[in-house]
């Protein structure tokens, strides 16, 4: 599955030369409200973060499109150890590919993959005996893979607003090993709902 994702982000990066010249393309930036989880963490809850970047639409028609985008990300998550509340604070810069349908005018279904690089990972509260922010970025794997679906309305104007849901698909946490022996890491997966506006120039 990683790999099929990573060549359909691979192959619409190396096409768009040729499409960009062919469609009707609109650039612009978004930034937006997330609520970030990961998965199969004990007693973990919501993490409210943002998210920022820039959208390039590429139109075929009045009702196919496919938008890639760079978004940086706050993810992570909370939760409560020994009557404490620790969060992890995941950035990521994150590369979805969306394939977007227009039911009605300016209203429409989005989905497509999404590949994350793991910008900064910290360890925030009490937890272990240690209290504060620690760097934990040796901790999670450097690449995540996810999948996004969503709505998106555009208006008149240009503007827009979305919200959208990513389901990680593999582990974030990253093997370790103590002594000789090398533990497998828990099958935790980003999980993320983002709530966006933004602006497209033709």
Do not use: W
């Not at 009605?104 to 922010?133: I, M, N, R």
């Amino acid at each position: 599955m990683k790999k099929v994702i990573l060549s359909a982000v691979l192959l619409a990066a190396f096409s768009s030369t040729d499409v960009l010249a062919q469609q009707q393309v609109k650039f612009g930036p978004k930034a937006g409200v997330n609520f970030a989880n990961i998965s199969g963490l004990d007693n973990s809850e919501m993490k409210t973060g943002f998210h920022v970047g820039a959208v390039a639409e590429i139109k075929f028609n009045e009702k196919f499109s496919i938008q890639p985008e760079v978004v940086y990300s706050t993810q992570g998550a909370k939760f409560t150890y020994n009557n404490a509340e620790v969060k992890l604070n995941n950035d990521y810069i994150n590369v979805p590919i969306m394939a977007k349908y227009y039911i009605v005018d300016g209203f429409s279904v989005e989905a497509g993959p999404q590949v994350g690089f793991l910008a900064k990972a910290e360890q925030e509260g009490s937890y272990g005996g240690f209290t504060g922010t620690v760097d934990a970025k040796d901790r999670y794997k450097s690449v995540d893979f996810g999948l996004n679906f969503g709505l998106a309305y555009d208006l008149p104007m240009g503007f827009f607003v979305n919200a959208r849901y990513n389901l990680g698909l593999s582990k974030v946490g990253e093997d370790y090993t103590i002594g000789n022996l090398t533990y497998e890491a828990a099958n935790n997966k980003n999980s993320v709902i983002q709530l966006g506006v933004g602006y497209k120039f033709d």
